[in-house]
């Protein structure tokens, strides 16, 4: 398995909503990521993994919340979101933090209304 | 200040013809230097990874290179197909595992 598979692909939210994002990888690797990608941008980071702890929080508000249950999942947990959160929330994995090379998810595009 | 320029910021050519997309990088210390393709809406695919000592690397009809001396990085591709209309990204990791993004070239394929 070489994929990083996230889920839902689509979400649409309200404001006062709880959701959560899911990424799950096969691939042994031990650092994930999660980015924000808004439309003809760059992805941002937002949150780093290292073997299942939390290395690097971009100072992202706290109504995202980031969970690494285990080396294969990676969860972020939405709460009360403002509509310019919008954006396709990207999943990424390597081998460890720094290493060569990410795999990407495909993507959730999330809508906050 | 670390930072990556990438032009064109768009591009526009037929179906069949070669193009070459830049990428200009002014980070340090300098790790290694990736290629990607997104599709609207979809993730970033790989598409070359170079280090320090490494001048060319290809992946089929794409041809990336890389100077480390001008901090420069091509990426050419060649024969294009209408599927390679996507943004094409160039990332650029330090020695300190921090990442720095471009802002993309967006690539139109037209028949």
């Known amino acids: 398995d070489t994929e990083v598979t996230q889920t839902p692909k689509h979400l649409v939210m309200g404001m006062t909503n709880k959701k959560s994002l899911k990424c799950e990888q096969h691939?042994?690797?031990?650092?994930m990521y999660w980015y924000k990608q808004k439309a003809k941008k760059p992805p941002e980071l937002m949150f780093v993994?290292?073997?299942?702890?939390?290395?690097i929080n971009e100072s992202v508000p706290s109504r995202f919340s980031p969970e690494c249950p285990n080396s294969s999942l990676l969860n972020l947990h939405l709460h009360a979101l403002q509509p310019e959160d919008s954006a396709l929330y990207l999943c990424?994995?390597?081998?460890?933090?720094?290493?060569?090379?990410?795999?990407f998810g495909s993507g959730t595009r999330l809508t906050v209304v | 200040k670390n930072q990556v320029e990438q032009s064109p910021q768009s591009l526009i050519i037929l179906e069949g013809k070669n193009c070459t997309l830049q990428?200009?990088?002014?980070?340090?210390?300098?790790?290694?230097l990736r290629w990607y393709k997104q599709d609207t809406g979809r993730g970033p695919v790989s598409l070359t990874i170079?280090?320090?000592?490494?001048n060319t690397k290809s992946n089929g009809r794409y041809t990336a290179t890389l100077d480390a001396d001008t901090k420069q990085s091509s990426l050419h591709i060649t024969a294009s197909q209408l599927s390679d209309s996507a943004s094409y990204i160039c990332?650029?990791?330090?020695?300190?595992?921090?990442?720095?993004f471009g802002a993309g070239t967006r690539l139109f394929v037209k028949a």
């Open positions: 170079m280090t320090f000592s490494e």
């Open positions: 990424a994995s390597s081998h460890t933090q720094g290493d060569y090379g990410y795999t």
């Open positions: 691939m042994g690797h031990r650092a």
């Open positions: 990332v650029v990791t330090t020695g300190g595992f921090k990442t720095i």
């Open positions: 993994y290292s073997y299942e702890k939390l290395s």
């Open positions: 990428c200009n990088y002014t980070v340090s210390p300098f790790s290694n």
